[in-house]
């Protein structure tokens, strides 16, 4: 089956950066949201946006002719590019995963929906000179200079729109991101632990950046106890640098307590993974699946009207590579040597206070 195409004269304005894919709005698309309610958010490591076109001059002689915009209901979806790195899955193989493992799971509610598209010729590498271009300015993120946009792809993945500017109900709409990570302790942690793996991982990085950790605990997001879930949420909110008025972020915490899609997270994300990194066959599809589960995002879109139902879905589900294998369980075996669970004395931070565990103990 063909897939979908972009047409040559496709217009892509930078979005946002991670460390697998840059995400990018295609701008040619009409824009119906109402004005008040697209009021895009740039953090402090994302570089203003800078307007991208495809050379249109240039056509494909092996893809089928561009969906027109209508079809592809471009102005609801992003679109997603793939950086050329080693650990980085093909988009088609990550799709096919996705059909047959992720929404094996997870009903389509709960996912950010996502479609392969052909991509016009030089539509990447037009990309790449503007991100060199901003690069040269000193407006990248310092960890992620130095890569560049895989120009060998002919393929990218249209994903759906969850930014203020996607909405589609009534009024405006507040939007918060953030990745839940590990919600549950590693299987392979010592006994007695005092911070969870997020936290641990968190206080040796920091330590070695000369930083704090981590300002707030994974675990109380599914603590169920709503004194830990408000502490997760406002930790969220810094560490994102999303304003959020009391009232929302209220919304917020309550509706974590009474969802239940972050507990089905926690639930899949142990039991592909009973064993830990160290122990466990780290090579294993499960728990390849596994990894991807804590490393996936959370999006949520909260209306400003008191009634409007608050929106949650999962995305940054592609598979992870087998080619980290290595790099988990080694990373998992430094956290036990070096005493990274335990939170001892000397190492930057004697007494924890951010992690649950160390917390309750």
């Known amino acids: 089956m063909a897939l979908p195409s972009l047409p040559p004269s496709t217009r892509l304005t930078f979005l946002a950066e991670g460390a697998a894919n840059i995400v990018y709005r295609i701008s040619s698309a009409p824009a119906t949201p109402p004005l008040e309610a697209a009021t895009p958010f740039y953090s402090s490591s994302t570089p203003p946006p800078s307007e991208i076109e495809s ?8 893809s089928s002719p561009p969906t027109p915009p209508s079809r592809l209901h471009q102005h609801h979806q992003l679109l997603r590019l793939r950086k050329d790195l080693p650990t980085s899955t093909p988009i088609l193989a990550a799709q096919a995963h996705y059909e047959t493992l992720t929404k094996r799971y997870f009903a389509a509610s709960e996912l950010v929906s996502q479609t392969p598209v052909a991509l016009p010729p030089g539509l ?45 109900g009534e009024g405006s709409v507040v939007c918060l ?16 632990a005092r911070r969870c793996r997020t936290c641990a991982l968190g206080a040796m990085r920091g330590a070695r950046e000369g930083r704090e950790g981590r300002g707030w605990c994974p675990l109380g997001l599914v603590a169920g106890q709503r004194e830990l879930v408000e502490r997760a949420v406002a930790g969220v909110c ?12 209220g919304r917020v915490v309550d509706f974590l307590m009474a969802d239940g899609l972050l507990r089905k997270l926690r639930e899949l994300q142990v039991r592909f993974d009973p064993r830990g990194c160290a122990e466990g066959d780290v090579e294993r599809e499960e728990f ?43 990373l998992e075996e430094r956290l036990i040597r070096e005493d990274w669970y335990a939170a001892k004395a000397g190492d930057g931070e004697a007494v924890e206070t951010v992690c649950l565990l160390g917390r309750a103990a």
């Open 124 to 168: 990447v590498s037009a990309c790449n000179v503007s991100l060199r271009g901003v690069e040269a300015a000193g407006a990248r993120d310092e960890r992620r200079r130095g890569v560049w946009l895989d120009e060998r792809a002919e393929v990218g993945l249209l994903v759906e729109d969850m930014t203020a500017a996607g909405w589609t």
């Open 177 to 192: 991101e953030f990745k839940p990570k590990w919600l549950a302790q590693s299987a392979g942690a010592p006994r007695g």
């Open 288 to 330: 390849r699946m596994a990894m991807t589960l804590r490393d996936c995002t959370l999006f949520l879109r909260i209306p400003n009207r008191e009634e409007g139902v608050v929106e949650a879905k999962l995305g940054d589900m592609d598979l992870k590579s087998w080619a980290k294998a290595g790099y988990w369980r080694q």
């Open 55 to 62: 050379p249109s001059e240039l056509e494909s002689p092996t």
């Open 238 to 249: 810094a560490d994102d640098g999303e304003r959020l008025a009391d009232g929302v972020r």
